[in-house]
Nanobody, 124 residues
Framework: QVQLVESGGGLVQAGASLRLSCAASRRTFSYYAMGWFRQAPGKEREFVARISRNGANTYYANSVKGRFTISRDNAKNTVYLRMSSLKPEDTAVYYC?????????????????WGQGTQVTVSS
C-alpha cells in the first residue's frame, strides 16, 4: 500500500507559476513510476505528466508540454509538478498517482495508488 499526499495547489492569476508536490509514504517509492492527472468540473480525468522510476524519462500531455515539468526526488519520496505560464484552462483538481509498471502509460487505469488531489484555480 502506498499513500500519496499532494500539496501546493491554490488560486493564481493567468501567467503565474505553481509547484505541486506529492509525498509518498513508502521507502519503496523508487519502485514506482509516478504520474500527474487532473480533472476539471464536468470533465473526465486526464493525463498530465509521467516520470519513470529513476527520473530518466518523462512524458507530457500536448496541452502542457513546454509549460509543465515533472521531477522526483527518490531520497525524499516526493514527486513534483512545476507549472508555468498557467492558463484558466489549467484549472482542475490535480492528482498524483503511482504505477508499479515502468513503461509508458497515459491511462488512469494503469495506476494503482492515488492521492486525494489538490485544487489549482487559474483566474483570467
Amino acid at each position: 500500500q502506498v499513500q500519496l499526499v499532494e500539496s501546493g495547489g491554490g488560486l493564481v492569476q493567468a501567467g503565474a507559476s505553481l509547484r505541486l508536490s506529492c509525498a509518498a509514504s513508502r521507502r519503496t517509492f523508487s519502485y514506482y513510476a509516478m504520474g500527474w492527472f487532473r480533472q476539471a468540473p464536468g470533465k473526465e480525468r486526464e493525463f498530465v505528466a509521467r516520470i519513470s522510476r529513476n527520473g530518466a524519462n518523462t512524458y507530457y500531455a500536448n496541452s502542457v508540454k513546454g509549460r509543465f515539468t515533472i521531477s522526483r526526488d527518490n531520497a525524499k519520496n516526493t514527486v513534483y509538478l512545476r507549472m508555468s505560464s498557467l492558463k484558466p484552462e489549467d484549472t482542475a483538481v490535480y492528482y498524483c498517482a503511482a504505477d508499479q509498471a515502468n513503461g509508458i502509460s497515459y491511462q488512469a487505469s494503469s495506476y494503482e495508488y492515488w492521492g486525494q488531489g489538490t485544487q489549482v484555480t487559474v483566474s483570467s
